[in-house]
T-cell receptor, first 111, second 113 residues
Framework: KQEVTQIPAALSVPEGENLVLNCSFTDSAIYNLQWFRQDPGKGLTSLLLIQSSQREQTSGRLNASLDKSSGRSTLYIAASQPGDSATYLCAVYSGYSTLTFGKGTMLLVSP | SQTIHQWPATLVQPVGSPLSLECTVEGTSNPNLYWYRQAAGRGLQLLFYSVGIGQISSEVPQNLSASRPQDRQFILSSKKLLLSDSGFYLC????????????FGPGTRLTVL
């Protein structure tokens, strides 16, 4: 059974810092990995999707990497802003139409 | 463009009462549809998914059921709610069953008292 772990559970940084969120998964036989953002009381917004054949994806100040063999992914956020404050969720797709989610990292960026 | 709607946004129900949550998708045909639950302190848990009208797959045994009466409509139901059914319910859709991006609705906050 696939399990996804996200570290840290919570992170507080001052505005302008670069930061890294970590995601690990137990079964390396994945098709892809996605990073989502969730604002309090809201649904999820897809940020980046990395196919299993890819090593990284970039969108603006976000960069996600994938090391399938070691079961790890990182989400790098450059020059953080207060508007980046949210919970970031990592999810892996292992087949059969199901995504397995981590519990998320709650990020607070202070002005 | 595609949009996904969920209602109601918030619901407070007594234990033992029935439940019906609705999700509709606009701007696409034959989407894959999903129901997730997010409980406090836990990750998102997939409850049901559907690849077509009348085709429902359940991921976990529970007090809930799902139906897909129309191509872009997905309904989550219960005959008698339990306290443990409280949570944030999210509907999502995707184009392709094979790991395509899933797009989530705004969610329904259910509190069972």
């Amino acid at each position: 059974k696939q399990e996804v772990t996200q570290i840290p559970a919570a992170l507080s940084v001052p505005e302008g810092e670069n930061l890294v969120l970590n995601c690990s998964f137990t079964d390396s036989a994945i098709y892809n990995l996605q990073w989502f953002r969730q604002d309090p009381g809201k649904g999820l917004t897809s940020l980046l999707l990395i196919q299993s054949s890819q090593r990284e994806q970039t969108s603006g100040r976000l960069n996600a990497s994938l090391d399938k063999s070691s079961g790890r992914s990182t989400l790098y956020i450059a020059a953080s802003q207060p508007g980046d404050s949210a919970t970031y969720l990592c999810a892996v797709y292992s087949g059969y139409s199901t995504l397995t989610f981590g519990k998320g990292t709650m990020l607070l960026v202070s002005p | 463009s595609q949009t996904i709607h969920q209602w109601p946004a918030t619901l407070v129900q007594p234990v033992g009462s029935p439940l019906s949550l609705e999700c509709t998708v606009e701007g696409t045909s034959n989407p894959n549809l999903y129901w997730y639950r997010q409980a406090a302190g836990r990750g998102l848990q997939l409850l049901f998914y559907s690849v077509g009208i009348g085709q429902i797959s359940s991921e976990v045994p529970q007090n809930l059921s799902a139906s897909r009466p129309q191509d872009r409509q997905f309904i989550l139901s219960s005959k008698k709610l339990l306290l443990s059914d409280s949570g944030f319910y999210l509907c999502a859709w995707s184009v392709d069953r094979g790991g395509d991006t899933q797009y989530f609705g705004p969610g329904t906050r259910l509190t069972v008292l």
